[in-house]
Structures are given as C-alpha cells and as structure tokens.
Nanobody, 126 residues
Framework: QLELVESGGGLVQPGGSLRLSCATSGSAFDTFAIGWFRQAPGKEREGISCISRRGGTQKYAVSVKGRFTISRDRAKSTVYLQMNNLKPEDTAVYYC???????????????????WGKGTLVTVSS
C-alpha cells in the first residue's frame, strides 16, 4: 500500500511559478514510477509527466515540455513538479499517481497507475 499526498497548489498569475509536491508513505519509494496528471474544469484527466523509479527517466507531454520539471527526492520519498511560465490553460486539479515497476522507464498513461493522491488545485489567473 502506498499513500500519496499532493500539496503546493494555489492561485498564481500568468507567467508565475509553483512547485507541487507529492509526498509518499507506506511502501518502498523506489519501487514506484510516479506520474503527474491534471484535470481541467469540464475536461478529461490527462497525463503530463512521469519519472522512473530511480529518477533516470523523465517524460513530458507536449503541453508542458520546457516549462515543467519533474524530480524526486529519495530521502524525503517525495516527487516534485516545478511549474514555470504558467498559463491560464494550466488551471486544473493536479494529481500524482504511482506505478509499481522494476523498469527503468515510466509512462504518464492512467493504465497501470496503482495508487492515486486526492489532488491539489492550481489556478492561473490575473
């Protein structure tokens, strides 16, 4: 069993930055690849980034590539999503999810994600 808790959301102006955290507990952190997802109002949830279980692989959706950076801290069992140059279309509830794997790869599709956090709201508005 793995518990995930997101934090760091809030209201930010366009062009601003936020860092989201996904704190995990309850199981071996480095046996899970972690993905970040978001769901905007009235839209389906979409995957935006992932990091492999040991951090060697990071992937990004086109919509966030070059603006968002994913990382993980083994000592804190936490994954971060640094979000820069935020746009109004980034407004969404952001979720992290965990995929138990022994692979050095990762994916940000929902299939295979075994555990989910409850989300944190990011609002980008002037």
């Amino acid at each position: 069993q793995l518990e995930l808790v997101e934090s760091g959301g809030g209201l930010v102006q366009p062009g601003g930055s936020l860092r989201l955290s996904c704190a995990t507990s309850g199981s071996a952190f480095d046996t899970f690849a972690i993905g970040w997802f978001r769901q905007a109002p009235g839209k389906e949830r979409e995957g935006i980034s992932c990091i492999s279980r040991r951090g060697g692989t990071q992937k990004y959706a086109v919509s966030v590539k070059g603006r968002f950076t994913i990382s993980r801290d083994r000592a804190k069992s936490t994954v971060y999503l640094q979000m820069n140059n935020l746009k109004p279309e980034d407004t969404a509830v952001y979720y992290c999810a965990a995929d138990r794997t022994y692979s050095s790869d990762c994916g940000y599709g929902e299939v295979g994600m075994e555990y989910w956090g409850k989300g944190t709201l990011v609002t980008v508005s002037s």
